[in-house]
């Protein structure tokens, strides 16, 4: 088990506090590469916001994993909301696959128990941001990650990525708040 992940599991819960949270693609597959997943995902938010489920703070969508930082509402347990947010963008994903791509999809077959097929991977990472240092460190964290891939020169000129909010105060998507610690 890596570091990380260690490090996440042992991480302990505070639902006072807004949650890092990480889940990679199955074996680090490009899913959201296509425009089409990432919209799923980012439907899948604003639900959860329009629900008040969570209060959305910043996010970035990589071609093989996710970042978010996101407070779950005190009403909700943490445990359950990433549970039905994974499940229902990898449902909707699946579907739209088996329609438009089904040569992709057997890529992320399985054939466990449980399931045909799996397009997250197990045990995503959650951690409580409980400092304004360590809030600001994963906020960069975040918006850095498109930068140091290649995929952009600025932040905020990554589409899918809430670093254009944080910087002009624009939020195209809808449900972003700026969290202060």
């Known amino acids: ?3 990380m992940r260690l490090a996440c599991r042992m991480s302990v819960t505070r639902p006072e506090c807004p949650q ?18 990432k919209e799923i995902v980012i439907s899948s938010l604003r639900f959860l916001v329009e629900k008040k489920r969570i209060s959305m703070h910043a996010f970035v969508l990589m071609p093989n994993h996710i970042h978010l930082i996101w407070k779950i509402n005190p009403d909700h ?10 499940r ?6 699946k579907f739209l696959l088996q329609k438009n791509d089904p040569v992709f999809l057997e890529r992320f ?6 399931r045909q097929y799996q397009l997250w991977e197990r045990n995503p990472c959650s951690k409580a941001l409980w400092t304004t240092l360590v809030y600001q460190q994963k906020l960069q964290y975040i918006h850095d990650n498109p930068v140091k891939k290649g995929f952009c020169k600025d932040p905020e000129d990554y589409h899918y990525s ?19 610690i």
């Open 77 to 86: 347990r943490p445990d359950n909301v990433q549970r039905d947010f994974l």
């Open 109 to 114: 077959r399985v054939d466990d128990k449980d």
């Open 88 to 93: 229902f963008t990898g449902q909707q994903i």
């Open 162 to 180: 809430s670093a254009l909010f944080y910087e002009t105060g624009i939020d195209n998507w809808g449900f972003l708040e700026k969290y202060e």
């Open 20 to 37: 890092f949270f990480t889940a990679t693609n199955l074996w680090w597959k490009p899913l959201l590469k296509d425009d089409a997943h």
């Open 1 to 3: 088990m890596s570091a």
